[in-house]
């Protein structure tokens, strides 16, 4: 298996697109975070997820883990009202017996993830303590979870205690079978959960030491010893299962062609040569952010069905009624009968949004109408890089949203949305933190969408008669609330050196404006 590390990026990227689509709700925010056990929290529409390094094996068995936990917080997602803390036994029990309901019922849907969730139940099985290391009435919950979830213990326990622990698996898979039989939720279960608490003599509140899916650094396990232990998860398996291929289940080729993918993609948007950071460009780090609010889809769909129609040369109609066409004498006097001629755009564009304090009673609606641009940027496949500014700590900050060799993709847009309309419009000093990017890049425009007077009009002069110097189009956009305040912008920017300005008064017309320009 390849030895190279995806990136958090395209983690989350490909762990909010799975969590959204296996849960069926499209609001869900990712977290990758070393600090907790992989965990949902229902009210704030987030997962956290255990890293990637934290776990142990190839890289792709640790995309694995990765994955098949995050399958199960998706169907927790779809199927739990509640999940509780595992800090103590009724909570860890009453999760428990959900992980095992949320398998069952998504193992309905989702038919092709039997492998996958016994390769994770393999480790899962290594990952948890012998139970010699574990004390007090701890021991006896810690016996019951893996007696309920594998069929077996790690280490031995007193003969009086296994009894208990045997009953209470009985009943919990008594209980388990009648809420999926009766479709029974989580609040069923919870009313029961106390039986289970008596049966073990333990008390709810008792204190749960956790034990995170993944085991310390230099242990990792040999393919025979991970074989082993599939081959021993396969057989107490088979009665949910039916028959388990474990070699088949090892090699994981139905994930691997996904898992290839995803670093060819990483691969391609690994920065080279000359890094943002290096030059004063910074990239926003991932944050627990909706992006879905600044999804305007009526918008991007509208946009995307005009240009269709303009890449294309073809436009289609749905009517009622209309006169008969008669095909063959139409043919036999147009010849040919039609021609495909696809336009394209090969211009090269770099993107710079103003995010300064005066754009903040608008941000939301700006961000939807520049990520609009975005998506039919990307649908038209054209070449672009966006950037934008802000104040942060009084110090300004050019931001790289999306470099040229990247897709446009939910990361973008999650950097796009975090973005803060704060400070002045110190455009000189960001051309200045960009000259470098653009030296190298050399794009044939440089737009730039700005709603105010730049802080210093001669130095911005000056850095827009060194970019023009480059061979690269400066055009301005001037933004304002009327259509008279935006002409006046627009107006006292062409002063400033930019060979074409335009006014905007609606935001939702920036895609159009700026398509127009490419097209010309």
């Keep these: 298996m390849q030895s190279l590390q995806l990136q958090n990026d395209s983690l989350i990227e490909i762990a909010t697109f799975l969590v959204r689509r296996w849960s069926e709700k499209e609001n869900i925010i990712i977290e990758i975070s070393d600090k907790v056990e992989t965990k949902t929290r229902l009210k704030e529409n987030k997962v956290i997820l255990t890293p990637l390094e934290k776990r142990i094996g190839s890289n792709f068995?640790?995309?694995r883990q990765f994955r098949a936990s995050l399958w199960y917080e998706?169907?927790?997602i779809k199927f739990c009202k509640k999940i509780l803390s595992n800090d103590h036994a009724f909570?860890?029990?009453l999760n428990t017996i959900e992980t095992k309901r949320v398998e069952e019922l998504g193992r309905k849907i989702w038919k092709g993830m039997d492998d996958e969730i016994i390769f994770n139940y393999a480790?899962?099985?290594?990952?948890?303590?012998?139970l010699h290391t574990v004390y007090g009435k701890a021991r006896t919950v810690e016996a019951f979870y893996q007696y309920f979830m594998f069929g077996a213990i790690k280490g031995e326990i007193q003969s009086s205690q296994f009894e208990k622990i045997r009953l209470a698996d009985t009943f919990a898979k008594k209980i388990l079978s009648k809420a999926i039989?009766?479709?029974?939720?989580t609040e069923w279960l919870e009313k029961n959960v106390s039986e289970i608490i008596k049966i073990l003599e333990i008390d709810s509140l008792l204190t749960i030491p956790i034990s995170l899916p993944f085991m310390k650094a230099g242990m990792p396990l040999s393919e025979e010893e991970l074989l082993k232990i599939l081959k021993i998860v396969s057989k107490s398996k088979e009665s949910d299962f039916g028959e388990i291929d474990s070699s088949s289940v090892l090699k994981g080729d139905s994930v691997y062609d996904e898992y290839k993918v995803l670093l060819d993609e990483n691969k391609k948007t690994e920065n080279k040569g000359l890094t943002p950071e290096a030059i004063g460009v910074q990239i926003p780090s991932t944050k627990n952010i909706d992006e879905t609010v600044i999804y305007d889809m009526s918008l991007i769909?509208?946009?995307?069905?005009?240009f269709k129609e303009w890449k294309s040369g073809w436009k289609e109609q749905n009517l009622r009624s209309g006169d008969e066409f008669d095909e063959e004498n139409y043919i036999e006097g147009n010849e040919p009968f039609f021609s495909d001629v696809k336009k394209s755009i090969k211009t090269k564009i770099v993107i710079l949004l103003d995010h300064s304090s005066s754009i903040s009673s608008n941000a939301i609606e700006y961000k939807k109408a520049t990520l609009a641009l975005c998506e039919v940027l990307a649908f038209l496949k054209v070449k672009f890089a966006v950037y934008a500014f802000n104040t942060e700590n009084r110090s300004v900050i050019c931001w790289s949203i999306k470099s040229d060799n990247m897709k446009w993709n939910n990361i973008t847009a999650k950097r796009l949305a975090q973005i803060d309309?704060?400070?002045s419009t110190p455009l000189a000093e960001v051309y200045d933190k960009m000259f470098p990017i653009l030296q190298s890049k050399r794009p044939d425009i440089f737009l730039t969408l700005t709603d105010g007077e730049p802080s210093d009009p001669d130095a911005v002069r000056?850095?827009?008669k060194s970019l023009k110097s480059l061979g690269i189009t400066m055009v301005a956009m001037g933004l304002g609330p009327n259509t008279l305040r935006a002409t006046t912008i627009a107006n006292n920017l062409l002063h400033l050196g930019y060979e074409k300005t335009m006014a905007v008064s609606r935001l939702r017309d920036i895609p159009n404006k700026v398509i127009s320009i490419l097209d010309d």
């Design 61 to 63: 068995q640790k995309y």
């Design 74 to 76: 998706a169907m927790r």
């Design 91 to 93: 909570g860890f029990i």
């Design 123 to 130: 480790y899962m099985l290594v990952s948890r303590p012998q």
């Design 181 to 185: 039989k009766e479709n029974y939720d």
């Design 301 to 306: 769909n509208g946009l995307k069905t005009k």
């Design 421 to 423: 309309a704060n400070g």
């Design 462 to 464: 000056n850095m827009t």
